[in-house]
């Protein structure tokens, strides 16, 4: 073998490319970087076709900046429930990031600090490290390749398969593998040619691969012998054409023509253009995506989805920055229940309509019944508003701000199911969901031994808003009972709105009928404006994250002039956060801390799981208060294999609690066998706790429908307590006897 003598620790960039060859390789550079830049700039130039989006954006631009490059960095949510997924993608993003920055650096020497200023850096002790981590990246790179390609081709991930599985996705994949093997190969056959020099040892992979070469015998440039005679032992291979220098060159074409075909193509289709529009979505997330929807204008056209360019500009990166991964789609209830959603495919839908136009497409309805449409009707009234979507999400795609606007397209043209047409009449006209008269309101609290203060007649530190099913469903009236003993026991000063206490309008707001919403909150906020009080506590989760998040973004100038509006309210309400909104379990934890109420932690000693309700939960990541009250009562607390922010939604959110939907099983049925198999007591679990009206609603149903009556009781959270309440009494009782 004859070695090519290396007298510095380094290697040549270009070994064996002739100067045509090198004018000819800059030249498809230069036609690769401009095709790049063409796509990139047309992807870029579309989003501002987009609608304006109402929350800003791009705010503290640095901050976000660092903060994006901190999730994608890290991969923390792609290591959410799945660790093999998270390290096959951090080993290929890891692994592609230096490998970018390894070539980065090869350029900036050669054509920034060597061509201005002589000085070269890519030698001795820098290139040493620089080789060996590149080798174990790139290694860390092709394995992380092999892993994706063992579960999409072997294992046949479900997640990875879907309508819109395409040759694409086949493309993306095998191409990220070529260039990850070719490298390692190309630096084989360099190593080798080189002579093998000892300092290459670093780079372990590619100087594996050229002892295997040695040892195969594969030739050089040495296969011709003194006198022209072809050497015996290299005839065969020599014959055939195989050398390492020739092999070496078409390696070097190939993996050179390979990843500029990768660069060129990245901005040109989907699934490779989510390296840069991922992390474009991540730096313009909302951080309280979800839990609050766009401001409500007058002119409520802009809120709707007639056509696609009636979306906002994120709403369109949204559709270009999902990868398929399909992990909303593997947590979403309605899906798992059979309902027609699924939250990929609607994002993607939308997507694939958006370039169909841009290439010349037909329009159509974006959403409507019959088929017809981009997206069905019944596809989004299956829809939960439970954020599991958006909570699994790794690249912050915000599907209900999307949702939202076809909810609302549908109510506007009225195609809204007739049971929940109903419900917005039911409000309209008596202000609950239940179409009682608003005098009944409070009629829950006549079974008390105390009276319940009016808070529009005293001052009081808690106004506490009951709720529309804990005021007039018959099951959870005992739960509003039972936290009015707990505020009573606590010595607090609280009081009710009566019949001036309406609906609170998150539901039917993601449905949809936003003029409802805002006619439902103007009424309460200017209510409030003629009471004294401290804070505000809800029995209902989702009122609680109404006027926690979402209250305060109204502008109630906008429609104070509007003689629709039952109101003159014409301020923003709370924006400086000044009132406390309280979920009761909050509050009472803080009394329970406080000592106000007389509970020593073994009044009851039942075997209980907790359910975590969406809106306390995903929305607005408050896991624990409940659980410290359960905790509080003595109760062994076995908690759900799905739980805290992976917790399975009811069924009841998004307007599910008033639609009726072919699924099997329900969600609740599901849950509570969940809780009676899957949970470490299985069987021996007495309750199931619930902290939200609608949760005890839908769970009391799949109790009966799955057929767990004898099995399990539902409860609530403050009915233990009243119930620990009482135990301890009764033992204070019989000491005080004895």
Request: charged share 25%; with cysteine.
């Amino acid at each position: 073998m004859n070695a090519l003598a290396q007298s510095e620790v380094s290697r040549e960039t270009y070994l064996g490319i002739g100067g045509v060859e090198y004018v000819l390789f800059y030249f498809l550079v230069s036609v690769t970087l401009a095709v790049f830049a063409y796509g990139v700039y047309r992807r870029f130039s579309r989003y501002t076709e987009g609608d304006d989006d109402p929350f800003d954006r791009i705010d503290e631009l640095p901050g976000r900046i660092v903060s994006a490059a901190k999730i994608v960095v890290t991969n923390e949510k792609q290591f959410n429930r799945d660790l093999y997924g998270g390290l096959m993608h951090s080993f290929i993003l890891w692994g592609f990031l230096t490998l970018f920055i390894a070539t980065s650096i090869i350029a900036a020497e050669q054509y920034g600090t060597e061509l201005l200023l002589g000085l070269t850096f890519w030698e001795g002790d820098f290139y040493l490290t620089y080789q060996f981590i590149v080798d174990a990246m790139g290694l860390l790179f092709v394995v992380g390749i092999g892993m994706a390609l063992y579960r999409r081709y072997w294992v046949q991930n479900h997640r990875l398969w879907g309508r819109h599985t395409s040759n694409e996705d086949d493309v993306f994949i095998w191409t990220l593998f070529g260039l990850g093997v070719g490298g390692f190969l190309l630096e084989g056959f360099r190593i080798y040619i080189s002579g093998m020099p000892s300092h290459e040892v670093v780079s372990f992979v590619g100087y594996g691969l050229a002892m295997a070469f040695d040892t195969i015998g594969l030739p050089t440039t040495g296969a011709v012998l003194e006198g022209g005679a072809l050497n015996p032992d290299y005839a065969a291979v020599e014959q055939l054409g195989f050398n390492a220098e020739t092999l070496h060159w078409l390696t070097w074409w190939s993996h050179s023509l390979l990843a500029l075909f990768f660069i060129a193509w990245i901005p040109h289709a989907g699934k490779p253009f989510h390296m840069l529009s991922s992390f474009a979505n991540v730096v313009t997330r909302d951080e309280k995506a979800g839990r609050r929807l766009p401001n409500v204008p007058s002119d409520l056209d802009a809120t709707n989805a007639e056509s696609i360019d009636d979306f906002t500009w994120k709403e369109i990166l949204d559709q270009d920055a999902c990868t398929k991964c399909g992990r909303c789609s593997s947590v979403c209830p309605a899906k798992a229940s059979s309902r027609p959603l699924d939250p990929r495919d609607v994002i993607l839908d939308l997507r694939k309509y958006r370039e169909e136009l841009d290439a010349g497409g037909e329009e159509k309805p974006i959403i409507a019944d019959g088929g017809t449409s981009v997206i069905n009707t019944e596809t989004m009234e299956s829809c939960m508003a439970c954020m599991a979507c958006m909570d699994a999400c790794p690249v912050e795609i915000e599907h209900l701000q999307s949702f939202t606007r076809l909810q609302r397209q549908m109510t506007d043209q009225g195609d809204v199911s007739p049971s929940m047409q109903d419900v917005f009449q039911n409000v309209m006209q008596n202000g609950n969901t239940f179409g009682d008269s608003p005098r009944n309101r409070g009629d829950w609290s006549d079974d008390l031994e105390f009276d319940v203060p009016d808070a529009r007649e005293e001052e009081v530190d808690y106004l506490w808003y009951v709720g529309d099913f804990p005021s007039y469903d018959e099951r959870n009236k005992q739960v509003a009972r039972s936290l009015a003993t707990i505020l009573k026991e606590a010595d607090v000063s609280f009081g009710i709105l009566f019949d001036d206490e309406k609906y609170d309008g998150n539901d039917i707001r993601r449905v949809g009928e936003e003029l409802l919403y805002v006619e439902l909150a103007g009424h309460h906020v200017e209510t409030w404006e003629d009471c004294e009080f401290d804070n505000i506590v809800c029995t209902d989760p989702h009122s609680y994250n109404t006027f926690k998040n979402e209250y305060p973004e109204l502008n109630f100038d906008e429609f104070a002039d509007d003689p629709m509006m039952p109101f003159e309210y014409d301020e923003q309400w709370n924006d400086d956060g000044e009132i406390e909104v309280y979920h009761w379990t909050q509050a009472v934890e803080e009394l329970v801390n406080e000592g106000k109420l007389d509970l020593n932690g073994t009044e009851l000693d039942y075997t209980v799981t907790y359910h975590d309700p969406c809106h306390l939960g995903r929305y607005n990541d408050e896991y624990e208060a409940p659980r410290e009250l359960i905790r509080a009562t003595g109760c062994e607390l076995d908690e759900m294999p799905r739980n805290r922010d992976n917790s399975f939604c009811c069924g009841g959110g998004g307007g599910g609690l008033w639609m009726d939907f072919e699924e099997e099983p329900k969600p609740s049925e599901e849950r509570i066998r969940e809780a009676l198999e899957d949970t470490d007591a299985g069987r021996g679990v007495e309750k199931f706790v619930v902290a939200c009206p609608m949760c005890m609603t839908m769970y009391e149903d799949g109790r009966k429908t799955g057929g767990y009556e004898d099995e399990i009781e539902i409860v609530d959270v403050a009915e233990l307590i009243v119930e620990a309440i009482g135990a301890e009494e009764e033992a204070d009782l019989e000491i005080a006897a004895d």
